[in-house]
């Protein structure tokens, strides 16, 4: 197959990052749209996107894209499409996401249906069979429809992108391994001389992530695929990249990254966490108080998610721990930077600095804003 169009899907507000991961593994014709990014590759670059990216959801192939206003252009646009390029003879193809916005075909069950039935259609032509079994490597197909242009694609990653593996036990409010990636890279922080500190680390995912980017420990090099098992993609090239980002760990930078938390229980579970993901001697984890917080250097990275909304109920501990963090930050790491993500609309106001920037991202479908505010350079 020549080169195709691979999608890259990504939440709300972290499209851009997406897009930088894209082109600085270089990736050809990158590109940026709401909620997914763009760009053109072959099936190495797939297993690359797979094992590589760290704050995508999940790689899609696209299949195609058009415009449909009835259901028979649906069908017949759909039967166009190559299907036999990607899915074996006894391939499983369910269509398992369906979405229609401003739309005139916009019955999900009938699009489904439709574009089923076109799809079997045009492999009863190609493989000269009349059922198909269904029994082998799963081809799980998604169709977004948006003012009646249907974008046609295959998942390749199986498990959301954000499952790394490391991760079994989760507290009450995870924060997704993707997001907490995110906002390390959105920090800057890269290891060497500046430590990392995340006084309010829950199970450890932004400090693992963390320790991750410092080693350069590709995210999805421990985890299993979708489409390992395709027919199409070469066993060799799953073995080949793995090895490769193994390869590249680096294991000389300094990694510096502190993490606490008031609740012992979850101190272990995140101890736990780190192991699994092989990064537990890169991190020292503690059970205690931020209000106890003592910087280890004099200038450095701090980055939390500090308990919001739901997860405290009352505005009066919230204002009050926003008030008390901000006091710390000022008075004991006056040259350091941190970023606080929260869904809390008055943070600033009550850690009583106004931020450098901020950003609006999704944690969980929960808008919320990422204050960062840059230290000394």
């Given amino acids: 197959m ?43 670059d797939v297993v690359k996107a797979n094992i590589h990216l760290r704050c995508a959801d999940r790689i899609f192939i696209k299949m195609g894209e058009f415009k449909a206003l009835t259901f028979e252009e649906l069908f017949q646009n759909v039967k166009k499409i190559k299907w036999s390029e990607i899915i074996e003879k006894n391939g499983e193809f369910p269509i398992s996401w369906v979405s229609s916005v401003k739309s005139k075909l916009f019955s999900k069950s009938d699009i489904q249906k439709i574009a089923k039935k076109a799809i079997v259609e045009n492999m009863k032509e190609i493989y000269d069979i009349e059922k198909f079994p269904e029994n082998g490597a799963l081809f799980r197909i998604k169709i977004q429809g948006n003012k009646d242009i249907f974008t046609i694609m295959i998942d390749t990653s199986g498990d959301a992108l954000h499952k790394r593996g490391y991760r079994n036990l989760i507290n009450e409010a995870p924060l997704k ?10 920090s800057r ?20 992530e963390a320790a991750m980017i410092g080693r350069n420990i590709a995210p999805g090099v421990n985890r299993n695929f979708a489409a390992e098992e395709w027919k199409v993609i070469p ?12 390869s590249q760990e680096d294991y000389e930078n300094k990694v510096m990254v502190y993490a606490s938390d008031i609740d012992a229980e979850t101190i272990k579970i995140a101890e736990e966490n780190a ?9 020292l984890f503690e059970c205690k108080n931020f209000l106890d917080l003592e910087p280890t250097a004099e200038k450095g990275c701090l980055v939390t998610n500090p308990p919001y909304g739901e997860r405290l109920l009352n505005d009066e501990k919230v204002e009050r721990l926003y008030r008390l963090l901000g006091d710390v930050c000022k008075t004991r790491f006056p040259k350091w930077s941190y970023y606080i993500i929260t869904s809390y609309p008055e943070f600033e106001k009550y850690f009583d600095k106004k931020s450098t920037k901020n950003r609006k991202l999704y944690n969980g479908g929960i808008e919320c804003h ?6 000394e350079r």
Avoid at 275 to 283: K, L, S
Wanted: charged share 30%; net charge negative; glycine share 10%.
């Fill in 189 to 208: 922080w890269k290891g060497g001389d500046r430590p990392f500190v995340d006084p309010m680390c829950g199970t450890g995912t932004i400090a693992i």
């Fill in 275 to 283: 192991e699994r993901a092989g990064v537990e001697e890169d991190i």
């Fill in 177 to 186: 391994e993707t997001m907490a990636a995110a906002l390390v890279k959105l």
């Fill in 370 to 375: 990422y204050y960062q505010y840059y230290g």
């Fill in 2 to 44: 020549k080169d195709f169009t691979i999608i890259a899907s990504s939440t709300m507000g972290l499209e851009s990052i997406v897009r930088d991961e894209c082109v600085e593994l270089g990736f050809k014709d990158v590109h940026a749209f709401n909620g997914k990014v763009e760009f053109k590759g072959n099936f190495k």
């Fill in 235 to 246: 066993k060799d090239y799953w073995i080949d990249l793995r090895d490769e980002a193994f």
